[in-house]
């Protein structure tokens, strides 16, 4: 399919906005929720990504000045969304022209909060990137607020408050974790538990994992959705532990302890085959392989240490390459761990102390949070840097989004939209 017949394809599917259109051709051209159409960091393999970073290779097509976020942005078929915290007051959501990045609606709610002393230095504002599913914008604001919007209007369709509902304790960093949309209903680590909703409605389905609130109560990493040893689960790390959660009712099917200091569970774990990757600061790096017995007709899970490693993993959430593990530590080096032995394949100079990764074939494309964008070949024999170049001059923790010929960078000023030149690639 050549690029004009994916354009084409996409305005279709922008004008009916029909809640399947982030499918099957278009999942190339879109980036709908956090870690991209997979959730994995792993972007589709066509088009091929260019060898370099340069300007020559990567121009830019638009910028729009904003206030500060950290949401990632979220990418239709015609438009982006992006957040803002306005005033240290409200929060802002915006649909922008993904043409020229004109401002199509903005919906906005009061959502200020003050975060921990040590915490300031990185900000008060909104943090989680929203989830899209073709018709719904779902946006979690810092005061443990989820927010559904119509996608075409920006019209609110229903709001949820976990504080006032479930009466927790308002979290200490404020709403993180990324929310999960599946089939008819949404997941998110809040109200000091984890949830699931009617996405129509908002209505609770179940509510498990409850941990009492307060700094113990804000989750950082976000859930995700997976069959590990022939059993259908969401993945889900809290502050202190991994569990396998039954999807229908809530019920754990295995729990495993995760060391880190004061609950800093900061990345989402990947899955490999049937075993899970984590690494936590304070801690260490673990790889869990889990297992399905069946007794009496009762199927139960186990999980059980394949091996750790010493690397302390922070923030940045890794992404695997055949059988390796690309993954930004505490130290702000990038490593290369063996998945198989846990053993180290090359550890880098540092660099950052946030990376967001994103995958195709041999290539990662990292957005480091000093405003660098690398180009690295996924070589497990040594750190293998094809380019690098300079995108931003404001820190850029927001998730990078690579989408077709396209990649959008939300740095804490604004949003700029790159595009690959089609003579490199």
Known sequence: MNLFQIRFM????????????TMAADLAATWPQWRGPSRDGQAPLTPAW????????????????LGPSYSGPIVATDRVFVTETRDKK????????????????????????????????NGEW??????????????????DVLVCLEAATGKERWRVDFVERFKSTLPTFGFVSSPLVDGEHIYVQAGASFVKLNKRS?????????????????????????????????????RNRLVG?????????????????????????????????????????????????????????????RWQNKNQGYMSTPVIIDGHIYTHLKNQRFACIDLATGKD??????????WSLVAQAQKIMALDERGDLLLINANPEKFELMDQRQVSESPTWAHLAVCGDEVYVRDLKGLTAFHWSASQQ
Not at 10 to 21: C, E, K, M
């Open 245 to 305: 959660v039954d999807e229908a009712t809530g019920s754990e099917l295995w729990t495993q302890p995760i060391e880190a200091f004061c609950g800093m569970n900061i990345l989402t774990p990947v899955v490999f085959g049937d075993a899970i990757f984590t690494s936590s600061y304070g801690g260490k790096s673990w790889l869990f392989d889990l297992a399905t017995t069946s007794n009496d007709g009762n199927s139960k899970m186990s999980v059980t240490e």
């Open 10 to 21: 996409t305005l279709i599917a922008a004008v009916t906005l029909l809640p399947h259109a």
């Open 345 to 354: 394949r090359w550890i880098s100079k540092p660099f950052g102390k946030y």
């Open 50 to 65: 260019p060898d370099r970073v340069d300007d020559a290779t990567l121009a830019t097509t638009w910028r729009v000045e």
């Open 90 to 121: 409200s929060e802002v959501v915006k649909a922008l022209s993904r043409e020229e990045g004109k401002v199509l609606w903005s919906a906005e709610w009061p959502g200020s909060m003050s975060v921990p002393f040590f915490a300031e230095e």
């Open 126 to 143: 909104i943090r989680a990137t929203p989830a899209y599913d073709g018709e719904s914008l779902f946006v979690a604001g810092m005061r």
């Open 202 to 238: 908002g209505e609770t389905i179940w509510r498990s994992l409850e941990d009492g609130g307060g700094m113990n109560g804000s989750a950082f990493s976000s859930p995700f959705k997976a069959t590990i040893a022939g059993q259908t689960q969401l993945l889900v790390q809290t």
